[in-house]
Each structure stands twice: as C-alpha cells, then as structure tokens.
C-alpha cells in the first residue's frame, strides 16, 4: 500500500507527463527546420562555390591553351618564312587539335556560367526564404511564449499544476526579480532625488533643510493668521455674503432629491 | 528525496528517514479512506512535522522535480480525498 505522499506524487507526475506530451514545444520544431533551411542554403552556396571554383579552372585551362596556340601559330609563320614548310605543317596540326580542346572547354565553361549563375539565383532566393522564415518563427515564438507565460499564470492561480508550475514560476520569479531589481533602482533614484528617502550620508544636510522647512512654515503661519486677523477686522460683510450663498445651496437641496424620487 | 509540502516548498530529505514517515504516511492514508478527520488532522500534523525537522528546505528558485508530495497544512480531509480518487488532482 502506498500512503498519501506517495499517490499524490504519482498523480503529480502522471499528469506532468501528460501535459509535457501535449506540449511538444513548437518554438524547438521551429527552431529545428530554421536549423535545416541552413544547412540547405549552407549546401547550395557551397555548391556555387564548387561550381565557380570549377569555371575559373577552366579559364585558367583556356588562357593556357590560347597561349600555346597563339604560340604553335607564331612557330608555323616563323618556319614557314625560314621555308620549313614540314615544320610548319606540324605546328598547325598541333594547333588544330589544341583548337579542338579549346572548343571542348569553352562548351563546358558555358554549362557551368549556367548552372552557376542557376545556382546563384536559388541561392538568393532561398536566402530570402530563410530570412522571411526566421522573422515568422521569431512571431511564432513571441505569441507561443505569451500564450504560455499567461496559461502559466492561469494555473499558477487556480493553482492546481503547483508541481508543473515550477519551471515556469522559477522563469517568472528570476523576471520578477529582474523587474523588481529595476523597478527599485529607480524608485530609489526617484525617492532620493525627491528628498522623500533620506540618504544615509546626508543626514545633516537633512536636518538643516527640515530646519529651514519648519521656519518657513513658521513664517507661513504667521503669514496666514495675520490675513485672517486682517479679515476678520475690515471684512464681515463678506463673511455674511458667504453665510447666505451656503444657506441658498443647503435650501435647493432638499427640493432636488424629492424631484429624483418622484421620477 | 525532495518532498513538497504544496502550498509551502520543497524539501530535501535523507532517504533513510523514509521508513519513518512512511509510517505516518500509511497512518494519514487509512485515516482519509477510513474518514477519521481527527486522525487525519492529528497525523498530517506529524507528518508535516517530521519532515520539517528532518529535511532541509530547498531554495525557492531550486528546479527540482519532487519525489513525494503532501498536502498542504490546512488541507481538509476531504480536499485530500478528492485528490486522491479518479481524477486526481487536474482534470482532464
């Protein structure tokens, strides 16, 4: 028989399990083919690296050929003018096969100019791809954290997944306190500028401005009896037109509620 | 083995303590299927009890998935048998 500790942690992780099925994270399956797209673009520049490196070969290739057929051409006229015509039949027979090679090359060094510049353009527009992926899986992201961290509080109030919770309370307390860290740093900020939080150092600075505040409210007190003593002396009259204007008020009063009732 | 007391945190506790609570453990179970709420008041106190004395409690920013769990303090009887049958704990 198993007690009470033991069902409950069973029910516990039955429960966790099943929803960490359900939750297969999707940012990680986002984050995968992003991973893919990559390597996929990876390759296909590779290829067009390949296939570059490929056709300069044959440039190179070509170039030399030329020379040498350039050269055999030379040779020819040279011992054609010294009357070596035998020579120079054989400098012009291994320039026409050169020739031919020449031709060869040239043929292939166009299927690579295609292919590459094919190549090229799938390059870019698969980079394209893979830029407009990431920004849509970054959304994706965002909106999946948002809808989690708020299923998050959801359960953290009913509080019935307190042992799933965890993770994501221990993510939320870390923010928390972040924010809270923050938060503080500037209220102090605030607090000390305003003079309402005393800093420690500056006490005596404190109290000669408290000193300061209290004789200028002295000051303020004086102040103000000595208006009110002018008033009462010189300016009953005014005192009875107030009395009046709150009598009036007072008096329209009870008409209007009897109004609202009847309605 | 980390235990949590819901509502509370977890604890760290030696597994050789276990033989121990698992005694009180047995107890609160018969006593919930038994309906005794006295008795289940009075263990789960114990219970609860024992494990703050022996076990030591884990950080609150600790991640670590517990082993055992128990209820809270001021769980009722019933509350831990409703958890306890079919459903268990989340529905669905």
């Not at chain 1, 009046?244 to 009870?254: I, R």
């Amino acid at each position: 028989m198993s007690g009470v500790m033991k069902r409950m942690g069973m029910i516990f992780r039955a429960k966790a399990n099943k929803a960490l099925d359900r939750a297969e994270d999707p940012r990680e399956t986002l984050d995968y083919s992003y991973q893919k797209q990559l390597e996929l673009l990876q390759k296909v520049r590779r290829g067009v690296a390949d296939v570059a490196t490929s056709r300069k070969r044959l440039e190179l290739q070509l170039n030399q050929l030329q020379g040498q057929s350039t050269k055999l051409e030379d040779q020819g006229r040279k011992a054609l003018a010294l009357g070596r015509e035998d020579l120079a039949r054989e400098a012009l027979s291994r320039r026409a096969a050169l020739q031919q090679q020449v031709t060869d090359l040239e043929t292939q060094h166009q299927t690579l100019q295609g292919e590459e510049e094919k190549l090229t353009l799938a390059a870019q527009r698969l980079q394209a791809k893979v830029d407009a992926f990431r920004t849509k899986k970054e959304t994706i992201k965002a909106t999946y954290t948002a809808a989690q961290a708020q299923t998050r509080i959801g359960e953290a109030f009913s509080g019935i997944s307190e042992e799933m919770g965890d993770v994501g309370m221990a993510i939320q307390r870390a923010e928390d306190k972040t924010a809270q860290l923050q938060a503080r740093a500037g209220a102090i900020d605030e607090l000390l500028a305003s003079g309402a939080l005393d800093d420690q150092s500056g006490l005596a600075k404190d109290d000669i401005q408290s000193e300061l505040d209290r004789l200028s409210g002295g000051t303020d007190v004086e102040l103000e009896l000595q208006r009110m003593k002018a008033e009462l002396a010189g300016g009953s009259s005014q005192q009875a037109i107030e009395g009046g204007t709150g009598q009036g008020q007072t008096g329209s009063q009870p008409q209007d509620t009897p109004r609202f009732d009847k309605q | 083995m980390i235990v949590r007391i819901m509502g509370e945190g977890q604890v760290r506790l030696d597994d050789g303590h276990l033989t121990e609570l698992n005694k009180l453990d047995d107890e609160l179970l018969a006593e919930v299927e038994g309906g005794d709420e006295a008795g289940f008041r009075r263990t789960l106190a114990a219970l609860l009890d024992a494990v703050h004395r022996l076990g030591a409690p884990l950080p609150d920013d600790a991640l670590e998935p517990s082993g055992l769990i128990l209820p809270s303090p001021d769980a009722t009887l019933a509350e831990v048998r409703d958890m306890l049958d079919g459903d268990g704990l989340i529905p669905g």
